[in-house]
């Protein structure tokens, strides 16, 4: 089992900067991660994807949306994924999530992860 907790979500004014963090843990977390990513969701749509990295080669993924605005990146040591975003928009609010697959490297796709953490809010206003 995996366990996923997120934080630094909070309320941002458009423009600003915002860091999530994301620690995993467990009895098998180590073996199992091949990488971690981030996806968000707000009312009334499909959770979409974020970002993503492998665990091993810092292999990269981005959403159109986010590139060139936020970037992932990870410690190792710490098991932990963060996720640095920049000149956020209004758009940008939503409930973030983590998650974790054992099989995909920097994968997009909600069906590739089996780990989810509870989500952290994400608020950006004008």
């Known amino acids: 089992q995996v366990q996923l907790v997120e934080s630094g979500g909070g309320l941002v004014q458009a423009g600003g900067s915002l860091r999530l963090s994301c620690t995993a843990s467990?009895?098998?977390?180590?073996?199992?991660?091949?990488?971690m990513g981030w996806f968000r969701k707000t009312p009334g749509k499909e959770r979409e994807f974020v970002a993503a990295?492998?665990?091993?080669?810092?292999?990269?993924n981005y959403a159109e949306s986010t590139k060139g605005r936020f970037t992932i990146s990870r410690d190792s040591a710490k098991i932990t994924v963060y996720l640095q975003m920049n000149y956020l928009e209004l758009e940008d609010t939503a409930l973030y999530y983590c998650?974790?697959?054992?099989?995909?490297?920097?994968?997009?796709?909600?069906?590739?992860?089996?780990?989810w953490g509870q989500g952290t809010q994400v608020t950006v206003y004008s």
């Open positions: 467990g009895s098998t977390v180590s073996k199992y991660i091949v990488a």
């Open positions: 990295i492998d665990w091993t080669g810092d292999k990269t």
């Open positions: 998650a974790a697959s054992g099989i995909y490297a920097s994968p997009p796709h909600l069906y590739e992860y089996d780990y």
